[in-house]
């Protein structure tokens, strides 16, 4: 009968042992999962949007559905010259201007001898005051907005006969200047 209890007593151990080994293994291999804090509700902004300086718009976003941050102008202003690129505001003033799209790009290649120098014309947005239209400018001619004339001074890179430019390398350089009425 002594024989039976120790027997019974050792299984018992024995199988407390298994099952504190078998749970600590389960804690070794499977970590216990951590569920995120999700929220209860997915948010939805509404659709309104806001009119930036330069005349782009933005809208809501987020978890708080706050309006986005404006686009901010990367420019070189210089004695009112601005160096500017497509499809990047700059600003000079009260004024804003972004080029949009090269429409013609004819300006003689330096590696060749032309009969004609050629031209540049760019479309733009120009917001003058929170008044936002759109121009084209050519190369070395004047455009009055406001009171201010605004002229394309130069446009590089300068082309070249092997080489197409990609319309990311393009720096526009416009001039602003004041019109002063005539005094009589």
Request: aromatic share 6%.
């Amino acid at each position: 009968m002594k024989s039976k209890i120790f027997l019974l007593v050792g299984l018992t151990l024995l199988l407390a042992v298994a099952i504190s080994f078998k749970s600590g293994l389960n804690s070794i291999v499977r970590p216990p999962v951590e569920v995120p804090n999700q929220p209860a509700e997915p948010v939805a902004c509404t659709m309104d949007a806001k009119m930036c300086p330069d005349g782009s718009y933005v809208g809501r976003q987020g978890p708080n559905c706050e309006f986005a941050a404006c686009p901010v102008a990367t420019t070189t202003v210089s004695d009112n010259v601005v160096d500017a690129f497509l499809n990047k505001p700059s600003a000079v003033g009260n004024i804003v201007i972004t080029p949009l799209e090269v429409i013609e790009d004819s300006r003689c290649p330096i590696d060749v001898v032309c009969i004609q120098a050629g031209t540049v014309r760019v479309r733009t947005r120009i917001v003058n005051v929170g008044n936002p239209s759109e121009q084209v400018f050519a190369l070395g001619k004047d455009l009055h907005i406001g009171i201010q004339t605004i002229t394309l001074l130069d446009v590089s890179p300068a082309p070249k006969s092997t080489e197409q430019i990609q319309p990311a390398d393009y720096v526009f350089k416009f001039q602003f200047t004041d019109d002063v009425p005539e005094q009589m």
